[in-house]
């Protein structure tokens, strides 16, 4: 109907002195953007099906096509902007929720790009990694409260609760088999491999071929339980339970059935076509005591060999969350800021719940070292780290590692067109469709993360040593390192850093 | 045969004799140890007493057969192998499990066989003698759960049952279903072919606990399905 005809965000811009009809773009587009109009021997488009995924102005030889903001628009106001005007229209349509991929894109304030980094001058010299030691390997664990030595004096290590060994303080945070594709996780596991770091599962399970990159796979646990056996929990090197995620705190999932094909509902151990539906809360945790219960249960069934890792979302009492997790038994304590992204989330959720993760980080840190149990648990923050400089502030304002996602993802190609939820990633990311999920090619795909990973350690120690700082130990929690930048004084306060110029 | 007594044990220690133990193992004087049998496979272990929560929990075979009650989250994600529990059991019984049979002789607490699921040979089944809890395989997805309701005079379920259920079949023994189960089930009088199809287990069910098999089949039977898979396909869209 007219009424519910809505503006296309982007529209397709062709040259027609360059193209040459040789109908790449028609085939490379799986939201049928493109087509061949024999009467006139020229291609069309529509683009309203257009996403920005930029496949076709990638792949076409004469870089004839452009995707633009679409000039065409409603009445402009500064209260209801075309998005507002088009959800209402898409709602009323429907009488369906809204629902958006990847993260929260609104313009809320970075505060990342509001702290700058220290340097050395004169004084406690500089650095240079290129020839003096530097130190990024990092160690996530509950560790002891004192040292013990043994009977010949030496140090003992033989009562270390377990830990997990990273050669670089960045791991891929957890995306499920079925949210992304085979091709992608193959990638993600070959990578963490290749760096000395992790990667984890999602609560998708296990893919079987995938089991030989257990040693470098934390393996997750969430409120379905999906995939969720024995040998899987024995084939991680850490399992983590998820509680929250930062793009939907508070609320579940739902695979649809669609997706649910033969290999995930293997992998993921419930019937094929059927949805698979991960319930907002774990039926089993009212409290942190019930929460203790399922860490200790697989601690029990993994015989403590593992750091038990549990994920929240960054929400408005993170502080206290995070001290009941510490007094858990889990190992480990991950953070996932407002940013995260995901494969399908409500818009509203999305877009309004939760909170920014510098400043969960900066106070949970705070508070667990107030209450004496910082040594209690590792922290990891993930949900909007996109360089190495988010790296070292995130450490320096007290994390012991981060969680990368997006990055990773657009490191394998994704454009961040923001429709995963559709399932038809024409960059073989997001997708089950077998012509789809090959355009990713993983011997491709893993090395292109090693490279972003390994360059990203560069730059840590490159900033690291210009701080006269040589190791990870040293900076982190250091937020004498940082200073804010056109922050308030709350937000100063929060974040436990000086203003510039202090 | 291995016997251990648990007095006074704590819940970790006696976990670690279990799994240094093999075959046969008998725990005696069993006091809410938790945690008993996690992820265990390829033994048979007898308690004497009440085990405590998470009995079973990630069971990948064996069988645990309790002569007493059990608590909460019984065979919680359990892959297969066998619980018996001879008198009653806690909430959240079977939570998640998708493999493997849960007998229970007496009653279960609140959503109990919740969000059981199923793929391929792996097909689990609780049976439960007497009457089960509120939220009764809430967000079911696969398996089958059969309520008999030994000795009650009414539905033998609490309020709200089957809610979220979208896979695998629920069974109960009663006149009359409770009238506030969800709109996206069918109920209906099991027929013969339904009957047949859990005959075998309510016999080993009978034979388990020494239950006469002609009151266990007797009355009426319903069973309960989803219908459909995907319940919530016409609740998003997107911008």
Redesign the interface.
Known sequence: MAIDY?ISEYDVVRDPQRCIACRVCERQCANEVHWFDAETGKMRSDESKCVDCHRCVSLCPTHALKIVKNPDTFRLNGQWDN?AI??VF??A????????SMGNPKNYPIYWDKMLINASQVTNPSIDPLREPMETRTFLGKKPDRLERGADGALRTDNLPPQLELEVPIMFSAMSYGSISYNAHESLARAATELGTYYNTGEGGLHEDFYSYGPHTIVQVA???FG????F??AGAAIEIKIGQGAKPGIGG?L??AKISADV??T??????????S?APH??IYSIEDLR?LV??LK????YKKPIIVKIAAVHNVAAIASGIARSGADIIAIDGFRGGTGAA??RIRDNVGIPIELALASVDERLRQEKIRSNVSLVVGGSIRNSADVVKAIALGADAVYIGTAALLALGCHLCR?C??GKCNWGIATQRPDLVKRLNPDIGYKRLVNLVSAWQHEIMEMMGGMGINSIEALRGNRLMLRGIGLNEKELEILGIKHAGE | MTRIDAAEKYFQQLNEEIRGASGEIVIDNCCGQRYIGAGMSGKDLLINGVPGNDLGCYLNGGTIRVKGNAQDQTGDTMNEGTVVVEGSSGDATGYAMRGGKIFVRGNVGYRAGIHMKAYQDHQPLIIVGGEAGSFLGEYQAGGTIIVLGLGSKKAPMGNLCCAGMHGGRMFVRCEELPDDLPSQVNTAVASLDDMASIEGSLKEFCKTFEISEKEAFSGRFYLITPNTKNPYRALYTFY
């Open positions: 809505n998005a088009g959800e898409r709602q349509e429907t009488g369906g929720m809204l629902l958006s409120s379905g339980r969720v056996h024995q040998k929990l024995e739902h649809p059935g509902s293997r993921r151990m419930i019937p094929q076509g059927s949805d698979a539906i319930p039926h089993d219960q200790y249960s029990e069934a993994t015989n409500p818009t429709t939820q559709n």
